[in-house]
Structures are given as C-alpha cells and as structure tokens.
C-alpha cells in the first residue's frame, strides 16, 4: 500500500474519532496537542488504526508516535 494511502485513511480514521475536519490535519499535527487528543481518545485511535488497516500493534509503542506523519510510518512497517 503506498503512503498516500496510508495517510489519507490515517486521516479519516483521526477525523472520526477526533471530531477534527479532515482538511485540517497535517502530517506535522501533533495528537494531544494540535488535534486534541484525550488518553481515552489515544486509544481508541490505536484501535481504530488496527481495524482499519488490518493490523494488530505494539500498544505502548503505538501510544508513543506523536504525530500523523509519525503514525503513517508507524503503520507502514505493519504493512510491510
């Protein structure tokens, strides 16, 4: 899968569970601090991320990735 893939899905799954407008979520965009991420709502994207790519990750270490573009390279060694 390439990585617009990646993160066009990354996108929409962030968009839905944050409530965020999907336009305005950049690779840069930090979780916590630019979307607004509570640590339930971490979660829950960590999930969401597995259901939707299919994949099932290190929990602690998905907690970790800060950002959108950080999740997409995540995601992407996954897939590999």
Same mark, same amino acid.
């Given at each position: 899968? %390439?990585?617009?893939?990646? =993160?066009?899905?990354?996108? $929409?799954? /962030?968009?839905?569970?944050?409530? *965020? ?6 690779? %840069?965009?930090?979780?916590? =601090?630019?979307?607004?991420? $509570?640590? /339930?709502?971490?979660?829950?994207? *960590? ?11 290190? =929990?602690?270490?998905?907690? $970790? ?6 999740? *997409? ?8």
């Amino acid at each position: 899968m %390439e990585k617009s893939e990646i =993160e066009k899905r990354v996108k $929409e799954v /962030v968009s839905r569970i944050l409530g *965020v407008d999907e336009d305005s979520i950049m690779p %840069e965009s930090r979780f916590v =601090e630019d979307l607004g991420a $509570e640590s /339930v709502q971490s979660l829950e994207l *960590v999930a969401a991320f597995e259901e939707e790519f299919g994949i099932e990750m290190e =929990e602690q270490a998905a907690l $970790e990735v800060k950002t959108v573009g950080k999740a *997409v390279e995540f995601i992407s060694k996954y897939l590999k």
